[in-house]
């Protein structure tokens, strides 16, 4: 089995520290996303985007806010 290779994410988030652009695990999967309170509304927003762009995306519930967020499928960075 191949494995893929993904850039590694920091643990430190220097967003806090001095405001910095940071890509730590919290910041690059939730804190640039918009953010929507209910499954309902992520998913309405989803299938918009969809459309907008022939491609697949889907809502998920976020493990950092608690909240619902929208994302392409099967895209690993």
Do not use: D
């Amino acid at each position: 089995m191949k494995e893929e290779r993904i850039p590694s994410r920091s643990t430190i988030c220097w967003s806090m520290f001095n405001g910095t652009s940071c890509l730590c695990n919290e910041c690059w999967s939730c804190r640039r996303k918009m953010k929507y309170h209910t499954k309902k509304t992520a998913k309405e927003k989803a299938q918009r985007a969809r459309k907008r762009t022939h491609s697949l995306i889907k809502e998920y519930h976020c493990s950092f806010c608690g909240l619902f967020h929208i994302g392409h499928v099967g895209r690993k960075y």
